[in-house]
T-cell receptor, first 114, second 109 residues
Framework: GAVVSQHPSRVICKSGTSVKIECRSLDFQATTMFWYRQFPKKSLMLMATSNEGSKATYEQGVEKDKFLINHASLTLSTLTVTSAHPEDSSFYIC??????????FGPGTRLTVT | GIQVEQSPPDLILQEGANSTLRCNFSDSVNNLQWFHQNPWGQLINLFYIPSGTKQNGRLSATTVATERYSLLYISSSQTTDSGVYFCAVEQFDDYKLSFGAGTTVTVRA
């Protein structure tokens, strides 16, 4: 149990375009979902927290207009990177939490902006 | 914010060896989790252990909350144990995790 999927696993886009990443909890209802960013050989940095049906809460320094987060249902959250630039290239990971305190992580999405 | 320090940063083991990874945190926490990130980037839940001791196969973990540290033990290491091990803590009752910098483990055959 506690499986989280992400799609796509890898995406390459041109500078200036937008990219949407989906995060789904497959076998449980996720009241809270999280989005992280990880740079090579670095730890995970929390970007934002989203609760189903409400606006996401962004961490300090994260541009909410650039990283749009939607948590429309108890099993789906999306992260849209708008007007992507090369510095947005990174590994993006989502996690989901249900009734227990544990977080379960998706497999990640590697974004490359050319 | 809370500081989470993991040691050592890198660990090279011969297959079959035992090892201990440490996680220190600077303030009291509600929850603590250990993860293994495999070479493809997937984080795998190892333990949810805000206090006490747990074992799962060759892995075990102990958290001493009053002294603000947790230990992860790997026994009879295998090459598949290679990867980065992260400790993450939740300080307040808000589900947010703060991650340590990780310990990169390389197990050689």
């Amino acid at each position: 149990g506690a499986v989280v999927s992400q799609h796509p696993s890898r995406v390459i886009c041109k500078s200036g375009t937008s990219v949407k990443i989906e995060c789904r909890s497959l076998d449980f209802q996720a009241t809270t979902m999280f989005w992280y960013r990880q740079f090579p050989k670095k730890s995970l940095m929390l970007m934002a927290t989203s609760n189903e049906g409400s606006k996401a809460t962004y961490e300090q320094g994260v541009e909410k207009d650039k990283f749009l987060i939607n948590h429309a249902s108890l099993t789906l959250s999306t992260l849209t990177v708008t007007s992507a630039h090369p510095e947005d290239s990174s590994f993006y990971i989502c996690s989901a939490s249900g009734s227990r305190y544990e977080q379960y992580f998706g497999p990640g999405t590697r974004l490359t902006v050319t | 914010g809370i500081q989470v320090e993991q040691s050592p940063p890198d660990l090279i083991l011969q297959e079959g060896a035992n090892s201990t990874l440490r996680c220190n945190f600077s303030d009291s926490v509600n929850n603590l989790q250990w993860f293994h990130q495999n070479p493809w980037g997937q984080l795998i839940n190892l333990f949810y252990i805000p206090s006490g001791t747990k074992q799962n196969g060759r892995l075990s973990a102990t958290t001493v909350a009053t002294e603000r540290y947790s230990l992860l033990y790997i026994s009879s290491s295998q090459t598949t144990d290679s990867g980065v091990y992260f400790c993450a803590v939740e300080q307040f009752d808000d589900y947010k995790l703060s991650f340590g910098a990780g310990t990169t483990v390389t197990v050689r055959a």
